[in-house]
């Protein structure tokens, strides 16, 4: 018996002996017995210990090696238990410092040994999910996986959110998104996406905001806008079934009710800026808040596409809408509970036009030389998005902070552990 049994395997073996390793979660002491829950990554197991004395030594989270025989008992959690015949102690923990102080700073600050409750392990496993669904949702639709530099001298989203790196010879910042380089790769990929981590020195300090985010970035030659939204859509119908099916035991762990996931479909609500605002009985130019876009998608109940926004609110690169060129072909996703999840547009493909946008945002031509060059030889339409792997990951687990959903966050306000 050299072998150890998962504990989700458990079951598997009713009346045979096995060897199971992991952590002590929590313990209890009676006159003759020590019950012990033990989990792995993969789930929790009840054993009774009698009459050994390292079962009694044990304290919550050593690390123990147990052999005993599996049976079948209702009363115990997952209605199977251990009886054990060995109990080994590999790590002794000291008295471990999360107990009955379990308040959001507190436990951020000791995320180093949160992580490893059952909590925690059910989040990262659905996040893990998630970026497998990404990963088969691009490779069925033929896109190439694509990485780009973390290192730039440009500013994609805005200047006032750039972290500065010293570097010898120039200005060099942390991206704020792979989308500048990732117009270059499509002349020679077509399709491309990346999930990458992406830096903004973000003032807001809110609970949907990051410093440090992983980000969900695809673009694509060709692709116009309206495809760009079904593209969006399909997306998130795709990773959301995906979840549903590989992660069901992980969501009840959190106590998700999975009801409106279930009945998600398409189409999802299109609504322009302008009939946002007008809704809200808020003027032209108004920036819409993270409580508006809650507010916003609430009233409908499933994930809406907000459109054609002013030109002056959003990034230079954004094409003017034909039919309305106060307002560009860019949109954001708002999914319920959270807000925007995926930020896109189709590209200015003229060199033209793309001079012009320079101008009217006051940056520098000489900045943008090589980008430049990207109209000059074949330009094409293009479009492009960027999605924000922790929101989407609020909405799908049901947690109300981003701080919640991932392991080490990283804000303005927090660098540790």
């Known amino acids: 018996m050299d072998e150890f049994v998962a504990i989700a395997d458990v079951p598997k073996h009713d009346g045979k002996k096995i060897k199971l390793r992991g952590w002590v979660q929590r313990k209890r002491d009676q006159k003759e017995l020590v019950f012990i829950i033990m989990r792995d990554s993969t789930g929790t197991v009840q054993v009774a210990c009698k009459g050994l004395p390292e079962a009694g030594r044990a304290t919550t989270e050593s690390s123990l090696i147990i052999e005993g025989k599996v049976k079948k008992d209702e009363r115990a959690p997952g209605g199977y238990e251990i009886a054990a ?17 379990l308040s ?7 995320r180093h040994l949160w992580i490893r409750s059952r909590k925690m392990t059910s989040i990262l496993k659905i996040n893990s999910e998630l970026l497998n669904a990404v990963n088969q949702f691009y490779h069925e639709k033929g896109y190439t996986q694509f990485q780009s530099p973390i290192l730039t001298t440009q500013a994609c989203e805005g200047g006032s959110t750039l972290f500065t790196v010293k570097h010898p010879k120039e200005k060099v910042y942390l991206s704020q998104s792979w989308q500048l380089h990732a117009e270059a790769a499509i002349f020679g990929l077509d399709k491309i996406y990346t999930i990458a981590p992406m830096f903004r020195a973000e003032k807001s300090r809110t609970t949907r905001h990051l410093a440090e985010v992983w980000l969900v970035e695809a673009e694509a030659a060709w692709m116009g806008f309206d495809e760009l939204l079904q593209h969006e859509e399909d997306l998130i119908l795709f990773i959301v079934k995906h979840i549903l099916k590989s992660c069901p035991n992980e969501l009840k762990e959190l106590g998700r009710d999975t009801k409106d996931l279930e009945q998600l479909k398409g189409p999802f609500k299109r609504m ?12 032209w130019g108004y920036d819409l808040t993270d409580k508006d876009e809650r507010e916003l998608v609430a009233k409908f109940g499933k994930p809406v596409f907000l459109t054609n926004f002013p030109r002056d609110m959003k990034a230079f690169y954004m094409k003017p809408d034909p039919k309305d060129p106060k307002t560009v072909l860019g949109v954001d996703l708002l999914i319920p509970g959270v807000g925007e999840a995926i930020g896109g547009s189709e590209r200015i493909a003229e060199m033209d036009k793309l001079l012009e946008s320079l101008k009217m945002f006051k940056l520098k031509k000489e900045d943008y030389g090589w980008y430049l060059d990207l109209r000059k030889y074949g ?39």
């Open 104 to 110: 959001e700073e507190f436990l951020r600050d000791m």
């Open 272 to 283: 322009k800026y302008e009939e946002a605002i007008k809704l809200m009985e808020k003027d």
């Open 85 to 101: 015949e060995k109990v080994e102690i590999v790590g002794l923990a000291e008295t471990y410092p999360i107990g009955k102080d």
């Open 379 to 417: 330009s094409v339409p293009h479009s492009g998005y960027g999605m924000g792997i922790a929101r989407l990951m609020m909405w799908i687990t049901g947690m109300p902070h981003i701080m919640d959903v991932i392991a080490f966050p990283r804000t303005m306000d927090r660098m540790s552990p």
